[in-house]
C-alpha cells in the first residue's frame, strides 16, 4: 500500500513525463482450459516488443479475490487506498456526468417515481421515463432554492438525476427516501446523526418543492433520494505526487475520477485518435497523464471474447504513436480484469507492463500476457504500489531516511 | 490479509461448492541439497495433473519467518487474522478435546501435582501420572460446584486436564498458580484487573475444594491452573461468508477450531475412507466443506521422510473420489510446513493448489511441489485471502464498490 504521507514526504518536482495507459478490465481468462486469455490471443506486437525491453507483472487492484468497481480500481491505480477512500453512489453518479465536486458538496442519486392521491409509490421508476422526458422534468426543479446552500441538479440517464447541496456543514448521513417496495410512501430524508438534521431539513425542503412541481405530471409525479455521499476528499495529485496531471479520456465517468484527484480533465475527446491528439497537444503542459481506453471493458461485459481482442489490438496499435513523445515512464495496465468468459469485472490480477528505458531490469518474457506476466520482474503486486513506482523511474522521487 | 468487514459485505449466498482440503503440516524441504521435498518426492500423479488444470502457489500462514500453531495456521486459513484472534492455552486445550465452548466461558489448562505436607510443590506433574490415573481423578473433581457458574472438568493427557467456567460476565485476566519449580507453594489464583476478581474468587474456590478432595491421593494431590483464555469470539462462517459449513476432521483439536469458526462437526470419523464417505454423505447440505488429514503433519515430527511422503500419497489418492463429486472450488493446501528435516512446525510457504473449472488462469507447471509452486498463477501469497478467492471463484461474492 502506497504511504500518501511517506509520498508527499518523498516526491519531489522534475520534467519528465509519466503515462498511465488504462485499458478498462484488461485482465482475462481462456475461453477454453490452456488456451490464451483475451490479451494473449490478440496480435500486440506493439506490446509485445515493450514487454520484453520493460518490467511486467501482475497488479491486485484491491485484495485476492475481491472484483473491484470502477470507483475502487481507480483509485487503486491512482496510489489511494480503496477501501479508506469510499466514493459513495451519490458522488460517483455526479461525477459519472462530469459534475466537479469539492469538498463542501453533498450529492443524492435521485430516481423520479409515479405515486398515487395518497402519495403511495405505484412505480419506483415512473415507467422508466426516457432520458429525454428526465431533462425536461430536471430543468423544472433546477429553480429550486433552499437557504444557505446551492443546490445542483442534473439529468442522469432514464429516470435517474443527481442532487448535490453545495454548502459549510453539511453532512451526508442521511437516510434513503425509496421504500424500495410499492405500495409505500416515500419515507422522509432522516438525519443517522443528530449533527445531519440541518442537511435532513434542508432535503426534507427540497423534496416537497420537488413535489408540489411535479404534483400534475404523469407519470413522474414524485421523487426519491439514495447513496447520499460527500467527495470523499482525496489529497490531489498536486500535492502528493507533485505532479501537473491531466485526464485524457472519453467517458465521464473517468473524467470524474480522476477530477476527485485533481486531475485536469482535457474535454471534447471522442475517439483514440483525439485521445492520441490531445496527448501531444498537451505534452508539454503536464508531467502526468491518465490515458484511459473504455471499450476493453465493454466488450469484456458483453462477454465478446474476439471483440475484447480487438479492442486491446486498437490499443496496441496507438503504442508507437505514444512512444514518439518518448515518455520517462509508460505503464500499461486496467483498473481490474473483465473477462469475457464472466462478462463482469472480476477479481484476477491486472497485467501490467512499466517501461521506464535505462533504468529497469531485465525479465525473461516473450510478450505481454497473464501467464508471462507471471515471470515478469515486477512479480505480483497492489495496484496502489504503482504511482510510487511511477514517480521514482521518472526520478522524482528522493530516497526514504540518510 | 481479508478484511472480514469487507467479506461480509461482499459474500453472497449460492448453490456452489468449496472443499478446503488441509493436508496438516504439508509443506517440507529436501532431505539432501537439491534434491526433492516430501511432496515432490511422493508419487502424485492426481495433484500433479490438478496442478496442471489449476492454479498453483504458495501460501504464507503468519508471515514470513513465522512457524504457526496448529491454532494460527487454521484460522490463517479460515481467513482470521490469526495474530488479532488469539486462541489462549485453557481454549486450545479445552477444544482439543472436544468441549464446544461458548462467548461465556473462561478455560484454562490444569495440571495435577505433588504437594508436601506444608503444600510445597514436590513435582510439577504428579510424576506424569498415566492418562487413565488422569480421568479417574477428575471423575473425583467432576462434583465440585461453585455459585452461578457451570464448571466443566474433562481429562487431557498424562496429568493434564481442562478447566471451564460458564456465566455471565467472567473474565480471563487471572494469574497462573503454577509457580513454575518446585519448593514453592501453588500460588492463589490473582485478579489481572479488577473486573476479574470475581472470577479469581471463582476460581480459588475451585482449587481449595479440589485440593480438600485430591488431600489423601498419591502423587497427584494437588491442582495448578494455567493459560486462562476465554473463547475468541470469531465471527462465525455463516455471518462472514454466508456459508453452510462443515468439518471432516478425525482429530478433536480440528473439530475444536473448526466449531470456534461455527462449522458443524461431522462425528465419528476415524480413517481417510470414512472422511471420504461422510464428505458424499453431506454434499447436499453444506456449502463448505474443511477436510483435516493429520498425519503428513505427524510424520513430519516424526523426522520420517519417507513415511510423511507416503501419507501424501494416501491423500493423492482419494483426490479422484473428491473430484466425484464436482466441487466448483477444490483448494488443496496445508496450515503450515513440517519438514521431515526439522522435525517441528516451520515457517516455510506451503505448496497451495486452487481448482475451479472455467474460471482459473493458466499456469506452466509440470505437477504439484514447492519448486513448481513458485511458477504457479497464485504466487505467493497470505493464507488469509484464501477464503476470498474460494468465495470467489465458488461465484459467491459481489464486486465492491460501483
Redesign the interface.
Known sequence: MADLNLMRELATTGDTKIVLLVMDGLGG??RE???P?ELEFAKTPNLDKLARESMIG?SIP???????????GHLALFGYD??KF??G?GV?ESVGIGLQLTPDDVAARGNFCTVDENLVITDRRAGRIPTEKCVELVKLLKPIKLPGVEVIVEAVQDYRFALVFRGKGLSDRLGETDPQKTGLEPLPVKALDPAAQPTADLANEWVAKAREILKNERPANMVTLRGWAQEPGLPKFSEIYKLRSAAIAVYPMYKGLASLAGMTLVQGLHSLDEQIAALKANWADYDFFFFHYKYTDSRGEDGNFDAKASEIEKVDAAIPRILELKPDVLIVTGDHSTPA??K?????PVPTLLHAPGLTRRNDVTGFG??EC??GAL??FPATDLMPLALSYAKRMNKFGA
Request: proline content about 14%; aromatic content about 6%; hydrophobic content about 40%.
Open positions: 481468462i481462456p482450459p490452456g488456451g486469455t501482475l484491491i485484495a485476492h479475490g475481491i472484483a473491484p468497481g470502477s470507483g475502487p480503496p477501501v469510499l466514493i453512489r460517483l468468459v464472466w463482469a469485472h472480476s477479481w484476477h497473464e501467464t507471471l515471470k512479480g505480483q
